[in-house]
Protein backbone atom coordinates (compact mmCIF):
# COMPACT_ATOMS: atom_id res chain seq x y z
CA UNK A 1 0.00 0.00 0.00
CA UNK A 2 1.37 3.48 -1.17
CA UNK A 3 0.73 6.84 1.18
CA UNK A 4 -1.57 7.69 -1.61
CA UNK A 5 -3.82 4.52 -1.28
CA UNK A 6 -3.90 5.09 2.69
CA UNK A 7 -4.73 8.69 2.40
CA UNK A 8 -7.39 7.88 0.20
CA UNK A 9 -8.58 4.78 2.35
CA UNK A 10 -8.40 7.02 5.36
CA UNK A 11 -10.54 10.05 3.77
CA UNK A 12 -13.02 6.95 2.86
CA UNK A 13 -13.67 5.49 5.96
CA UNK A 14 -13.89 8.44 7.82
CA UNK A 15 -15.52 11.08 5.51
CA UNK A 16 -12.54 13.53 5.53
CA UNK A 17 -11.22 14.74 2.13
CA UNK A 18 -8.39 13.73 0.84
CA UNK A 19 -6.15 16.50 1.98
CA UNK A 20 -7.15 16.59 5.37
CA UNK A 21 -6.45 12.39 6.06
CA UNK A 22 -3.16 13.39 4.18
CA UNK A 23 -2.41 15.65 7.12
CA UNK A 24 -4.01 13.64 9.43
CA UNK A 25 -1.94 10.70 8.66
CA UNK A 26 1.26 13.02 8.23
CA UNK A 27 0.93 13.99 11.74
CA UNK A 28 0.26 10.53 13.04
CA UNK A 29 3.55 9.72 11.47
CA UNK A 30 5.45 12.44 12.94
CA UNK A 31 4.45 11.84 16.21
CA UNK A 32 5.57 8.15 16.28
CA UNK A 33 8.86 9.03 15.13
CA UNK A 34 9.47 11.55 17.51
CA UNK A 35 8.08 9.39 20.19
CA UNK A 36 10.66 7.00 19.08
CA UNK A 37 13.64 9.87 19.11
CA UNK A 38 12.57 10.84 22.47
CA UNK A 39 11.69 8.05 24.84
CA UNK A 40 13.50 5.02 22.23
CA UNK A 41 10.48 3.46 21.66
CA UNK A 42 7.05 3.48 20.27
CA UNK A 43 3.85 0.78 21.14
CA UNK A 44 0.59 0.84 19.97
CA UNK A 45 -1.36 -2.30 21.56
CA UNK A 46 -2.45 -5.13 19.27
CA UNK A 47 -0.29 -3.19 16.29
CA UNK A 48 3.49 -3.61 17.78
CA UNK A 49 6.40 -1.55 18.77
CA UNK A 50 9.22 0.80 17.02
CA UNK A 51 12.29 0.79 18.97
CA UNK A 52 15.72 2.06 18.29
CA UNK A 53 18.28 -0.55 17.77
CA UNK A 54 21.99 -0.36 17.14
CA UNK A 55 24.00 -2.21 15.10
CA UNK A 56 27.60 -3.16 16.22
CA UNK A 57 30.41 -1.76 14.17
CA UNK A 58 31.88 -4.51 11.79
CA UNK A 59 34.41 -5.06 9.14
CA UNK A 60 33.43 -4.89 5.26
CA UNK A 61 34.89 -5.04 1.75
CA UNK A 62 34.61 -2.11 -1.03
CA UNK A 63 33.07 -3.13 -3.72
CA UNK A 64 34.94 -1.87 -6.26
CA UNK A 65 38.02 -2.48 -5.08
CA UNK A 66 37.76 -5.25 -2.74
CA UNK A 67 39.69 -3.29 0.53
CA UNK A 68 38.36 -4.46 4.23
CA UNK A 69 37.23 -1.41 5.23
CA UNK A 70 35.87 -0.63 8.97
CA UNK A 71 31.94 0.54 9.35
CA UNK A 72 31.16 2.33 12.46
CA UNK A 73 28.40 1.59 14.73
CA UNK A 74 24.84 3.00 13.53
CA UNK A 75 21.45 3.20 15.06
CA UNK A 76 18.72 1.83 13.16
CA UNK A 77 14.67 1.88 13.51
CA UNK A 78 13.57 -1.36 14.41
CA UNK A 79 9.38 -3.06 14.54
CA UNK A 80 8.47 -5.81 16.14
CA UNK A 81 5.17 -7.11 15.40
CA UNK A 82 2.83 -7.42 17.93
CA UNK A 83 1.41 -10.97 18.45
CA UNK A 84 -2.20 -10.17 17.41
CA UNK A 85 -1.30 -8.44 14.08
CA UNK A 86 1.31 -11.89 13.71
CA UNK A 87 -2.22 -13.73 14.12
CA UNK A 88 -4.28 -12.34 11.30
CA UNK A 89 -0.88 -13.06 8.55
Not at 23 to 30: A, C, N, Q, T
Not at 54 to 74: D, F, H, Q, S
Request: charged content about 30%.
Amino acid sequence: MTKAELVESVALQTRMTKKAAGEFIDVIFDNIGKAVKAENRFSYPGFGTWSIRTRKARKIRNPVTGEPMKLKATKTIGFRPAKELKDTL
